[in-house]
């Protein structure tokens, strides 16, 4: 994100450029896209499983209660969808297919930073839980974020070196000096506060000579941004002698950087610098370029959009970015999160992006096996009010129902034309979409994910539609899924319920016993090392992942037909790759359970839910492999009893007994409010 280099060379003369700050008792400002990034690759997670996002909601929390104790008021700003003009596809390109690299070193025990696929909603669902205030943006966020800091004079906290160029009035915190562990006391009283520094643009234009600060968005754009990449950039770069100042051990790191801005600190302001600049390229080209570096430019000038209306009001406009002739309940959704930002693209560019995870870079990407699922979504997006302007669609009509999709293919990217469904009439009409009885909604929901309601009567609300995408996965995983991946996947499903228990503020929640055990033993899976990652487990797992995003996509386009599931503690990977690898040698899933009898209750209604899709040849692979080590098996843990799940009686799993059956009621409050089904 941001201008290359800038970061490490404003870090690299901290003491020059920064200030340092006790940051308490104020508003603040989180670039939230920035957060999650930086709390997920700094917390020292395993990113090779496909996420523990057990893990990351723990730090997630804990970041916040820093923040609350030093009485510091977070307000989160996300990005929303791609610009409509799509001035930055070719960065999202350049970033798609690096992070294919980086995933690419992950699979094969390397170094690499790749977001697990869900990060970005069990970070949402924190945050609605702890009740921070939080918008997505309907396009990229940093300006919007400028002008909200600036209306209520309060920092900025962010990791893109953009906020070194944008004219905020309490400064620019970056993350990496954002010591939020390291909570101190004021002295002599109890007030705490977080050290961090400050970024100083005085400072920066000072050290160059009290360089006019109008130039640094002119300096950002000549550097290198996510906005501009011209050819001819370089070309103006290679013909003019940059002076780099004073000799730096760290010169050669930060040329360009030092280069530019030492040069342009000769000039009075900007049209005098862009002159300069134009008189050094082909008399042809000057005028397009200029237009496209004053565009450039512009992106540093503050948002005209009122994010502090949506604060107040729960609504806002962006006149900068797009305003959209949509239903409002979409545009409401999409400000709330409700909505992501896979929708918003889909509806303004018809282009979508379809991320990497840590996969088997050999296998076609797990993203096809949810291709049905998003064709079900593009279907009834296609008849969404048709948006002037829009270069991605042109000003045909009708528009034919295709959808572009950047994917994976090898260890490249390609993009796809995909087809969407045609829907019936009563579902075509978007703006009318909620107004559909609760049954149309949850019958195509049910039927897009093939299985039937009463598959899922006896699972408990929370899990059905986890277990109903499960459901989908077995049927239609092009890596085959076996028994135990099956089994490691439902057990890992238990860990939410059972913390909920063991966390409980009721008085008549239990302690200790059977839960706690269980809990501590499953813990143990987790934490113990793998001898290494199993490409074709990693990619079954993706595969799965898939189809819940896109189920869980599905399902908030339809306003929740089912209740939407915490995803927070719903997949941990290193956990289910754990259970894979025991589950593939010695233990069997009652060996693991017997300690737990509510929780083998549970695991029961979840296996027979999937095993009633499932193909027959997931219950015979194990038992045709796996002779002689049935006969070394004890009593009590035979693989046949495996293959079945637990054979308990599950009498008394809705007589209010069962200590489980309060936990799966709950909802994310109003982000994610749904009806009890019909």
């Given at each position: ?319 900068d970015t797009w305003n959209p002739d949509l239903p409002p309940w979409v545009l409401a959704a999409l400000a709330r999160g ?341």
């Amino acid at each position: 994100m941001g201008i290359r280099g800038l970061m490490s060379f404003v870090e690299d003369h901290s003491n020059e450029f920064f200030t340092d700050l006790k940051l308490r008792d104020t508003k603040i400002i989180i670039d939230g896209y920035a957060l999650f990034h930086r709390l997920c690759f700094s917390s020292n997670l395993e990113l090779r499983y496909g996420g523990d996002y057990d893990s990351f909601t723990d730090v997630v929390q804990k970041f916040f209660e820093s923040l609350f104790a030093c009485k510091i008021c977070p307000y989160v700003v996300l990005d929303g969808g791609c610009d409509i003009s799509d001035k930055k596809l070719n960065t999202l390109k350049d970033r798609a297919r690096e992070k294919i690299q980086m995933a690419h070193s992950l699979s094969a025990g390397g170094a690499g930073y790749v977001c697990p696929l869900l990060i970005r909603e069990v970070f949402i669902q924190v945050l609605v839980k702890l009740q921070v205030c939080f918008v997505q943006c309907f396009s990229e966020a940093d300006r919007d974020i400028m002008a909200l800091a600036n209306h209520w004079n309060c920092p900025v906290l962010s990791s893109d070196s953009d906020f070194c160029i944008f004219d905020l009035k309490s400064g620019f915190c970056p993350l990496s000096s954002f010591q939020w562990r390291n909570v101190n006391t004021v002295k002599g009283t109890r007030d705490c506060y977080i050290p961090a520094k400050c970024f100083s643009r005085d400072a920066l234009c000072c050290h160059f000579g009290n360089m006019n600060k109008a130039l640094l968005p002119l300096f950002a754009v000549l550097c290198g941004n996510d906005h501009i990449n011209l050819p001819v950039v370089e070309t103006f770069l290679s013909k003019v002698r940059l002076p780099l100042g004073a000799p730096s051990p760290k010169g050669r790191r930060h040329h360009r950087v030092l280069g530019l801005l030492n040069w342009l600190s000769r000039f009075a302001d900007p049209t005098e610098a862009l002159d300069s600049v134009l008189k050094h390229l082909p008399q042809k080209s000057r005028g397009t370029v200029k237009e496209l570096l004053c565009g450039s430019m512009e992106e540093y000038l503050q948002s005209q959009g009122r994010l502090q209306d949506f604060f107040q009001r729960g609504a806002y406009a962006c006149p900068d970015t797009w305003n959209p002739d949509l239903p409002p309940w979409v545009l409401a959704a999409l400000a709330r999160g409700q909505l992501s930002p896979f929708i918003s693209d889909a509806l303004v560019l018809r282009r979508t992006i379809l991320h990497t995870q840590v996969e088997n870079m050999q296998r076609p990407n797990a993203h096809r096996i949810s291709l049905p699922i998003r064709q079900v979504i593009y279907g009834l997006l296609v008849n969404a009010p048709p948006q002037p302007g829009n270069v991605a669609w042109g000003a045909l009509p009708p528009r034919p129902p295709a959808y572009s999709e950047v994917e994976r293919i090898n260890k490249n990217i390609k993009t796809s034309i995909v087809h969407a469904v045609e829907l019936p009439r009563d579902h075509s009409d978007l703006s009318s979409l909620t107004e559909l009885s609760l049954a149309r909604r949850q019958t195509l929901l049910l039927e897009t994910l093939q299985v039937k309601q009463s598959t899922l009567d006896p699972v408990p609300a929370a899990l059905k539609l986890p277990v109903a995408v499960s459901c989908y996965w077995l049927q239609h995983a092009e890596a085959t899924a076996e028994l135990h991946h099956l089994q490691a996947l439902l057990l890992g499903m238990l860990m939410g319920p059972l913390h909920a228990m063991m966390h409980s503020p009721s008085e008549a929640a239990p302690r200790g016993g059977g839960i706690e055990m269980l809990y501590k033993e499953l813990q143990s899976v987790k934490a113990q090392p793998g001898p290494g990652l199993d490409l074709d487990t990693a990619h079954v797992f993706c595969q799965w992942q898939c189809c819940l995003q896109m189920g869980l996509y599905l399902n908030q386009l339809l306003s929740t037909p089912l209740p939407e599931p915490d995803l927070t503690r719903l997949y941990s990977g290193s956990l289910v790759h754990g259970l894979c690898r025991r589950l593939r040698t010695s233990a069997s899933v009652e060996s693991l359970l017997h300690m737990c009898p509510e929780a083998q209750q549970l695991y029961e209604h979840l296996f027979n839910a999937t095993r009633s899709c499932a193909p027959a040849e997931l219950f015979l692979a194990k038992g045709k492999s796996s002779s002689k080590k049935r006969k070394q098996k004890k009593p009590g843990t035979s693989w046949s009893e495996n293959r079945v799940g637990t054979t308990l009686n599950t009498r008394g799993w809705h007589e209010g007994s069962n200590r489980f059956e309060l936990l799966m009621v709950g909802t994310l409050e109003e982000h994610t409010e749904a009806p009890e089904l019909e």
